[in-house]
């Protein structure tokens, strides 16, 4: 579930979650549990899809053209969205996810969190996913052990 792990407190250096929290019901409870039993010194990462703003646009783009549409059930709920107020929450495809969730919650946990946008940083609002680098230690980029 995410929200209940076998395993003890303080048992990893690094957790990843990757496209799973948009998925879990209870974020703030998986939040915890990741908390829990990361090492004091350790680091999570996590990616979560942009479900909002021009993102959501370039996303749902592909996906109507693809046949996959998900996140707008109209071009209201479309429009919404992508001026960063989705209507839509439904937990089962992440409809109107909002990834600024996951990083609030992530600098209520621990004092040093990165965010990453990917494929293309430099085209920030317009990348579909964001990468979520948290840890209690800041993180020496120019040292390569992110």
Known sequence: SGTDL???????DI????DVLEHIEEKRAAMDEVERVLKSDGRFIATVPIEIGPALLVRESYRYFDGHRQNSESFTD???GS???PQIKNETHHRGFDYRDIIEMATERY????VQYCP????RW??????????K????YDSGSV
Do not use: K, M, Q, W
């Open 6 to 12: 076998p395993v003890r407190e303080s048992s990893y």
């Open 15 to 18: 957790i990843y979650a990757l």
């Open 78 to 80: 479309l429009v919404r």
């Open 83 to 85: 001026a960063g107020r």
């Open 111 to 114: 004092p040093h969190v990165y």
């Open 120 to 123: 293309a940083p430099v085209l």
């Open 126 to 135: 317009l990348n579909p996913t964001a990468v979520v680098i948290c840890s």
């Open 137 to 140: 230690e800041p993180i020496d």
